[in-house]
């Protein structure tokens, strides 16, 4: 029996509440569903899972669009057209440094275009500067053994207006008209079968052209190189002619440096060039080149070092009919006698355009008369070179220093470089 107050089956249902309690506390709380939480994390896992995917295959397409497009693109270029002459469109594709004063651009066509043009040749810029527009002429450094694009190197000159508009302003992305090719000094119009290529500062750009040529095209073309520049610093293209010398046995590379403090006297050899302290003379050319009498030669550089090498090679006995020379750096004047004002040379004369008359003397170009009244000519090279500024002469008699470019039936029906022609009686000119 019990004690007094005390109820067996009150007890029990105390410990039985008790239990209840705690497994109260330890229940979910309201609302939550075990099935339904299993779901839902089954259902973020999908997600994860199908962004995942969404993201693979957006990658994967965009690859597979890249490389189609990279596909076509080499189609593209592979079926491009030839680009042989006239007026393009190019945009600059790259800009680089060749020495401290000295840059190169790389063009290629607004569409895919195959350049087709003899080594050695150039290209006439058609630029806008302050509002006026200006022609200047440069030589492509690049071969065209590598058609899909061209490039031009071009050394600034102090107070030059075109070299260091150009320098400063024609960046990646800009697009610039050209027109051309021109120039009869290459290596189509002037075939040898051994090479001297002499050069001095920006001379050496032909140069550098045809020789890229040879090595690509006629491998094995036997070379000899010699390259004029005040120091190291200023050799343009040093790689690049490093490397050909490197890898043909038949491509010699020498070097004139007027300041070279490192340079002993006589021939000073390097791994792939030799180099001489001080300026071409024929004792330095013998040396560099013993046999240069059996090679045609190649001339190109300022004024003074062309005159400078003609003389030395023509006293030296060479055969002048393989020398030939190309120079942008002045107009080549024919060699007349002035004796006073009162001679016939001094005389002036008409020079017809269409509904102008413009007094010429003897003295002055037909390119001096035209600019005079503003009419619209190309004049990039003013030396008798290029051969932009060709007009044709209907009626009088001209003078000329300079046929460059001119065909013999474009010379029989009356066609002149206008920078290189003197009238020697009234002339009626179209242009």
Sequence with gaps: MSSSGFSFSAALSAVQSTKDDDKAEKKPAAGFSMSSA???????????????????NAAQVNATQAKTATVNDDASLLSADDWQRGDIKLRCVEKWNETHDVVSFRFQGLTPVKFNYKPGQFITFKLEIDGEIVYRSYTMSSSPSRPYSIVVTVKQIAGGKVSNFVADNVNEGDVVTIMGPDGAFNLVDIPATKYLFLSAGSGITPMYSMSR???????????????????????????????????????????????????????????????????????????????????TVFVCGPEPYMVAVKSLVEASGFEMENFHQESFTGAIKSEKLVSDSSSDDSRQF????????????????????????????????????????KCQVTSGTTESSSTMTLTPEEIAAGYVLACSTEITSDVTLKM
Excluded at 40 to 56: D, G, L
Excluded at 274 to 292: A, E, Q, T, W, Y
Excluded at 366 to 388: H, Y
Aim: proline share 2%.
């Design 350 to 389: 008409m020079l017809k355009i269409a509904d102008k008359s413009i007094s010429l003397s003897t003295e002055q170009t037909l390119l001096d008369g035209i600019e005079s009244e503003g009419l619209p000519i190309i004049a990039a090279c003013r030396s008798g070179v290029c051969g932009a500024c």
């Design 38 to 56: 299993l779901a839902n994390t089954a259902k973020k896992t999908v997600e994860i899972k199908s962004e995942v995917k969404s993201e693979v």
């Design 213 to 295: 040529w040879l090595l690509d095209a006629r491998v094995g073309s036997d070379i000899a190189f010699v390259h004029s520049a005040r120091s190291n610093d200023d050799i343009i293209f040093a790689d690049g002619l490093s490397s050909m010398a490197h890898r043909s046995a038949k491509f010699s590379l020498h070097y004139l440096l007027e300041a070279a403090p490192e340079l002993v006297e006589g021939v000073n050899h390097t791994a792939n060039d030799s180099r001489m302290l001080g300026r071409l003379d024929i004792d330095k050319l013998v040396k560099l080149v013993p046999d240069f009498m059996a090679r």
